[in-house]
């Protein structure tokens, strides 16, 4: 009876082996379900290929078509000599009419050279007065500025007044080259220094005029540009 009942055992197990022994030969053969068994196209495509009409761009289109069309660098900069010239010759030659559109750029150029000459000549003269040079220049920009924009009806930039202002400087260096030869104390000085401060004075308020368009007040503007250049001119004789 124990015997029949061992072999009972022993089939089922047999059976059950059998079964799952099958399932797993089957899982690792890769076994695949037949509606993904379908048969693949093959590929009509093209591969991309670049048109031989194609040209690669070259550094210079990025910048312009030559860089012979760039301008000059101190043009960028704002630097420009024949402007420079031209508004010096303004300030040496007061009757000469001013053109407007030039005296109207604000260049920085000439008037700083004019402040540096100027304390130049002072020094050879035994003054070092680099400090009060640029002070009153900087304290006499602001009131001009603030000054014509009340009184004109375009208005006025710091940097157009600071120029205008700079380059009538021109005459003063010639006041304090001549005290570095002889004393202006005297009374042939104080003749040379107010004729020097109307010159100044003058072709400042020709340019500003001119560039404002500020007809019949010259008067008005050449008045507190004197007070300025008075101070200057006290400087160079005292």
Known sequence: MFQKSADAILCICGNMEGQYGGYEYSQSSGYVPPEMMQQQQPYTGQIFQPSPTYTPSSPQSFYGSSFEDEPPLLEELGINFDHIWQKTLTVLHPLKIADGSIMNETDLAGPMVFCLAFGATLLLAGKIQFGYV???????????????????????SFGCVASVLGYCLLPMIILSSFAVVFSLQGLMGIILAAGIIGWCSFSASKIFISALAMEGQQLLVAYPCALLYGVFALISVF
């Open 134 to 156: 640029y002070g009153i220049s900087a304290i006499g920009c602001l009131g001009m500025f603030c000054l014509l924009n009340l009184m004109s009806m375009t208005g006025v």
